[in-house]
């Protein structure tokens, strides 16, 4: 999706996706007359336009505000339908308000090692491996294409950024900092409170019941790439393969950096492994 600035962009892309756009979703037997009726459905997507709302730039940039999406959420309930998709919409816009109570009421706890939770952590940063988290060179598709999109692009789906996250802290072991200054660096939809709630959720040093949260990539990969359509998109060497093997090419790929930490061949933790290595954030 190309993102162009501005308020005028911002309510052009509200009015198509909540009034407008049709799409046919034959794979899950859909035919929708506006995007916003079938959000729940879509919103775990990763490759095209339309699988999600996009606020998020504009949102950010204060093109869009937040009420203003919330009220036209509530004027569609009244003339066309309220389901579980308009729920979800405004459940989005309730997790942006949580993260930035949050940030006023932990202040710079956000950006410690342990966050808000003052968890004790020693964080590995290797930068090899953090070099080709980055670089989208980890050898695990899933892991490359969702980094190369944000490099050249500088979007990211909802669902890749947890996947992406989870690879790093869990797997690889990488200090959460490090990704989040790297997003940081890179997202058109950048807020601090966002960003940085986010990762300390998913590194398991926020306000998580779950301390350990883990994406296994091949389940995510079956889940929401099964014909592996979106890392073919990004890395299109993989499009010669056949579409059940785009996600897993074994030796017809690069050799995958790290193994993991569960549904790999390697069934030590990566925080464990690479502790002896770790050194003090600067």
């Not at 006023?104 to 930068?127: A, C, M, Y």
């Not at 050898?139 to 490099?151: H, K, Q, T, V």
């Amino acid at each position: 999706m190309r993102f162009v600035g501005g308020e005028s962009a911002a309510l052009s892309r509200l009015h198509e996706y909540f009034w407008k756009k049709a799409r046919n979703l034959c794979w899950i037997g859909i035919l929708s007359y506006d995007l916003l009726r079938i959000y729940k459905e879509t919103r775990n997507g990763m490759l095209g336009p339309d699988y999600s709302t996009k606020f998020s730039p504009w949102l950010a940039a204060g093109n869009l505000s937040a009420r203003f999406i919330y009220e036209e959420v509530k004027r569609y309930e009244a003339e066309r339908q309220s389901n579980n998709s308009t729920y979800w919409v405004l459940f989005e816009l309730i997790w942006r308000d949580y993260f930035r109570f949050l940030s006023i009421k932990e202040g710079n706890t956000l950006f410690n090692p342990g966050g808000p939770r003052k968890v004790e952590v020693n964080w590995n940063q290797d930068s090899i491996l953090f070099d080709a988290w980055r670089d989208g060179h980890t050898g695990y598709p899933l892991i490359d294409a969702n980094m190369r999109e944000l490099s050249t692009t500088g979007f990211m789906s909802n669902r890749g950024r947890q996947i992406v996250c989870s690879f790093l802290v869990r797997d690889m072991g990488i200090d959460w900092r490090m990704g989040a200054e790297w997003f940081e660096s890179c997202l058109l939809d950048y807020d601090p409170c966002s960003n940085y709630g986010n990762w300390t959720y998913g590194a398991g040093v926020g306000n998580d019941p779950r301390e350990d949260r883990y994406f296994s990539i091949p389940k995510q990969a079956q889940n929401y790439d099964p014909e592996g359509e979106f890392v073919a998109y990004w890395l299109p060497e993989l499009r010669a393969l056949p579409k059940e093997k785009r996600n897993f090419p074994g030796h017809l790929y690069i050799k995958p950096v790290v193994g993991l930490k569960h549904g790999g061949s390697n069934k030590t933790s990566s925080k464990t492994r690479t502790a002896g290595r770790a050194k003090t954030w600067k």
